[in-house]
């Protein structure tokens, strides 16, 4: 499966992903929260595409 666990529901991200965003958020480094952000918009845009 690679790094990251199996996310459980569709738009979900995977708790390790999470917890890296969540991580990547609090360093004020702006491009890693900008990644980080653009990671959470993917789980959400895939989610309202999938339903």
Known sequence: MGRWTVARRRGALPDQLQDW???AEATDI???????QQL???AL????TTR
């Open 21 to 23: 965003c969540q991580q």
């Open 30 to 36: 702006h491009a890693l929260e900008r990644f980080s």
């Open 40 to 42: 959470r918009g993917l």
């Open 45 to 48: 845009a895939d989610a309202a």
